[in-house]
Each structure stands twice: as C-alpha cells, then as structure tokens.
C-alpha cells in the first residue's frame, strides 16, 4: 500500500469548509484513496472513499488530482462535532488483497466556535 | 441494528493473566477483524477474518489467539497479558475483505496490563 503524508494538526471555523491535505505521491493505478476520522477514544468512522473521480456523499466531498498524487477532503460546513483525528488511507481494493487498512498518525482536526 | 458490539469496555490485568475481548456484529457482514491502537498511534491490525471459518495474520499477531466462533461473533485471545499489550482493541466487520466495503468500528475496550 502507498504512504501518505498529512500535516498533524489543522483548525478550522464553525460554519466554513475545512479542507483536510493528503499525498500520496507513490500510489498505484489501482490503489483507491479512503478517509476515515476517529472522534476522541471512539472507534473510527468511514467517511468517503474514490478512485480517480471526485466523490461526494452527506458527509464530506474527496477531490483527488488529475496525476492522483494527492487529495483533499472537504467538510463544506464544519461543526464543532466535526472535531476528530482524520486518517487517509491508500490501498488495493479487490476481494484478493487483503483486508488490512494502515492507519498513520492522521490530521488532529479542531473546529473553533 | 447495535451494528459491532465489544465486551468488556475496560479490563485491568496483572502480568500472565488471560483474557478473552469479545466481538460481535448484526450486520450479517462476511469480514472481521481486530486491531489495537497505542497512545498517539493510528490503528494496526492484529488478525482478521476473510469470512466464516478462515483467519489470518495482520501486522503485530504475536501474544494473540483468535476465533470466529459464527459469522456474528470474533473474539481475541490473550493468552499470558504482558504490560506491552496496554492498549485500546477495536473490532471492526465490512460486507467483505480487500477493502471493497468500508469497516463498521465498535467502541473498543480499553486494556490495562500491570
């Protein structure tokens, strides 16, 4: 699976879009781009996952670049329950490759009233 | 749905005590899996299961026992506590392994060894 690298921490308004930086400038054509967050001493929480296109569902938007060596996850309207560690993960996704997510060290993200 | 429960959610061992963390999940999922987390660490895996009947090895599987006694339930083993296996253990379930279905995390169970 390819490394990723994101800054420890960032802080982010109530109410405006947090904008959460990932590289991932060894990934494979067929390596996909998850996000996962994990509020505090909770288990972690799937977010939004994509391959090459944009993705967006209820939770957050995923724009990956067109060379795919980076992404970046956009919460459009942060609360304060948005607080949270945010892990990107690059991986295969195929019935035949394992079932292992790596989890690095992740964006401590803090939304401020 | 209570989707993946854990028991208990705190234990205190002494050193070369036994335990067994339990998991189950109502989601009918295929996949589960265990992992533990370190102070200021992200998660890593411990052992998962594909499906019913099969287990595997994830990256830091020594001083653990697995079983997936039905499809619902998975539990971990350890069978002589050593202080190095303080950590918080989560488990987790996805329709299938590989990565094609997101995983469902329960609450974890927070792991004490003296």
């Known amino acids: 699976d390819a490394k990723t690298t994101q800054p420890p921490s960032m802080d982010c308004a109530e109410g405006r879009a947090a904008n959460l930086p990932c590289n991932h400038s060894?990934?494979?054509?067929?390596?996909?781009v998850y996000w996962y967050r994990q509020i505090h001493s909770q288990g972690p929480q799937y977010i939004i996952h994509g391959l090459k296109n944009n993705e967006t569902n209820e939770m957050a938007s995923l724009i990956i670049t067109e060379d795919r060596k980076s992404s970046t996850l956009i919460l459009p309207h942060a609360t304060l329950r948005d607080t949270a560690v945010y892990y990107c993960i690059v991986r295969v996704a195929s019935e035949t490759s394992g079932s292992r997510l790596t989890f690095g060290e992740g964006t401590q993200l803090t939304v401020n009233p | 749905n209570a989707g993946v429960t854990q028991t208990p959610k705190f234990q205190v061992l002494k050193t070369g005590q036994s335990m067994t963390l339990q998991c189950a999940q109502d989601m009918n999922h295929n996949s589960m899996y265990w992992y533990r987390q370190d102070p200021g660490m992200g998660l890593r895996l411990i052992y998962y299961s594909a499906s019913e009947g099969t287990t595997d090895k994830g990256e830091v599987p020594n001083g653990y026992n697995v079983s997936r006694l039905n499809k619902r339930e998975f539990s971990l083993r350890l069978e002589s506590a050593a202080p190095s296996q303080t950590s918080v253990y989560f488990c987790a379930s996805s329709e299938v392994g590989g990565g094609l279905y997101e995983q469902y995390f329960g609450p974890g169970t927070r792991l004490t060894v003296t």
């Open positions: 060894t990934i494979s054509g067929n390596e996909y």
